[in-house]
Structure formats: structure tokens, C-alpha cells
């Protein structure tokens, strides 16, 4: 096969983009978080499913800083003007397109996994505190044993505890609702994206791949 026949054949396959942890990291946590947020009332999976995506987040983060060419955050964090001159450009059907993650797309990556991540970690303390479970169960365990005596005082502590408990309990649901708004907002601008610059986004997530040009 002559030269110019690979050529053309590798720009219609196109180019590795995400490695094979990025794509497994990114489908594994949406399902992770949907199964979590849908599954409230059934606290086994609820529970089981918020560690699957936090113990991601944790390995996410690790891999931006020693991964794949565009996993890592060098590669795509910015400020939020140049991320907002893209999205104008991007309605405008006029943006520069990017083999790596946009600036929006930047962005959004890292809002997701600062939110995700407070998603996880309140829900851990509600766990610890309605439940007495988790791996911060034992921190709550000894906040109890040396709660002092059964005073008037340590009545006003318990109510004070109570009351702190509800807010982050309502922190717990509250974070969870905004970056389920997060979800949503990433798959419209992926919608958007895949349409103004005519290639499919969600598949190249799947298969690793983007057009070259």
C-alpha cells in the first residue's frame, strides 16, 4: 500500500485522544453518579455506588497530573473568560475546534469533579452521622464518647449537633442537584459542540478517536 493510501486511511480512522482510563474513568462515574442519585432509599447501592465515583474522582484527579497528553490538566485548564469566548464562539457556530478537551469543555471537567467530589464527601458525613457507618463512622463514634456528662449543656450540644446534621444532610442533596444541572449542561454543550464542529463527541469517548483535521 503506497504512502499516501495510509495516510489517507489513518485520517479516516483519526487519531487516539483518550487513553483507555479516561473513557472508562468518564462512563463508569456518570453511571456511578445516576445510580447513586436515583437509589436514595435503597442506601446498600446508594452507599456502594457513591464510593465507586469517589474512589474515580480520586484516581481522575491523580491521572491529570500524570497521564495521557490531554488527560492531563496542562493540557486543558483555563480561565473562565477564554472558556466564555469559546462558548460565544461555539453559539455563534464560529469556535475553534480542539483535538483535547475545549476550554469550556476544561472547565467543565473540572467543576464536575470539584462538585462530584462534594457530592461524595457530604454524603460520607451524613452517612457517618444518620447512620453511624462509613469510613468516617469511627470520628463521629468518638465526638459521641467524649460528648461530657448528661447536662442541660450537653442537651443544647445534641440539639446544636442535630441542627448541624439537617444542613449537611440538605448540603448533601443540594450539591448533588447541581451537578446533576452540571450533567446536563455537558451533555447539551457536547450536542452543541458535536453539531458546529460535524463530529461525534459522545463516540469519540468511546472509541478513544477524533478526526485529525
Not at 88 to 114: E, F, N, Q
Request: proline letters at 3%; hydrophobic letters at 50%.
Amino acid at each position: 500500500m503506497s504512502h499516501f493510501h495510509r495516510g489517507v486511511d489513518c485520517m479516516r480512522a483519526g487519531i487516539q485522544v483518550w487513553d483507555p482510563f479516561v473513557r472508562i474513568a468518564h462512563w463508569t462515574v456518570a453511571l456511578g453518579f445516576f445510580v447513586a442519585y436515583l437509589t436514595e432509599d435503597v442506601m446498600t447501592v446508594h452507599v456502594w455506588a457513591g464510593y465507586v465515583v469517589g474512589a474515580l474522582i480520586l484516581a481522575r484527579v491523580a491521572w491529570g497530573f500524570v497521564g495521557s497528553r490531554h488527560a492531563r490538566f496542562s493540557d486543558f485548564a483555563t480561565d473562565p473568560m477564554t472558556a466564555t469566548r469559546y462558548l460565544r464562539d461555539l453559539m455563534r457556530a464560529r469556535a475553534k475546534r480542539y483535538i483535547g478537551h475545549s476550554p469550556a469543555g476544561g472547565v467543565m471537567v473540572i467543576a464536575l469533579l470539584v462538585f462530584l467530589a462534594a457530592t461524595v464527601v457530604t454524603g460520607l458525613v451524613r452517612y457517618a452521622e444518620e447512620e453511624r457507618a462509613g469510613p468516617l463512622a469511627p470520628l463521629y463514634a468518638q465526638i459521641s464518647a467524649f460528648g461530657g456528662p448528661q447536662t442541660f449543656d450537653g442537651e443544647e450540644n445534641r440539639v446544636e449537633r442535630r441542627r448541624g446534621e439537617s444542613a449537611l444532610g440538605e448540603a448533601h442533596e443540594v450539591i448533588a442537584n447541581i451537578t446533576l444541572g452540571l450533567v446536563v449542561f455537558h451533555i447539551l454543550g457536547v450536542l452543541l459542540a458535536s453539531f458546529v464542529h460535524h463530529e461525534n463527541l459522545a463516540k469519540a469517548m468511546i472509541t478513544g478517536r477524533k478526526r485529525v483535521d
